[in-house]
């Protein structure tokens, strides 16, 4: 009798899920906007040295593409691009690595700080079914720029 309930319920849950996500959960209809107030924000962060202020901007735009289109999924690559370029624009300067990878959150809590920014970052996260892991590489040849050596 227990396997029978717990069977039950474990549909019901799943039901439940599948009308939430197809028919209550939120629609986007467009992007939020708002990039120059944010890229300001950043630039006034950042700004202490050029190269990481291009890393820090490349990454916070990559952001803002993740919450302006929280159903595509394809965000991920230059949010990995951008992760990767600054941690290694950072690391390259001496920064510790630790440091360095809580950049990440700085960055994304400067970019995402409305209630419908969030909604849009949880929706483009749930997009990606929680597989996704940023790599730690300190890769500065994916910067959208020139590094100055």
């Known amino acids: 009798m227990k396997m ?16 939430y996500y197809f028919f209550i959960a939120p629609f986007f209809p467009g992007p939020v906007g708002g990039w120059e107030i944010l890229k300001a924000k950043i630039e006034s962060k950042y700004g202490y040295n050029e190269q ?20 595509d999924t394809r965000g991920l690559k230059p949010l990995d691009d951008g992760m990767a370029c600054i941690y290694g624009v950072l690391v390259s300067q001496g920064i510790d ?3 360095a990878i809580n950049s990440w ?6 970019v995402i700080t409305t209630y419908q920014q969030q909604r849009r970052w949880i929706r483009f996260n ?8 940023p790599s730690l590489d300190d890769d500065i040849a994916k910067c959208h720029f020139v590094i100055e050596r």
Do not use: H, M, W
Request: net charge negative.
């Open 4 to 19: 029978k309930s717990f069977i039950i319920f474990a549909c019901f849950s799943i039901v439940s899920l599948l009308i």
């Open 52 to 71: 990481v202020k291009l890393a820090a901007l490349q990454l916070g735009e990559a952001y803002q593409k993740a919450i302006d289109n929280p159903n």
């Open 97 to 99: 690595a630790e440091i």
């Open 105 to 110: 959150s700085d960055i994304r809590d400067l």
């Open 126 to 133: 749930g997009g990606l079914s929680g597989g996704t892991y």
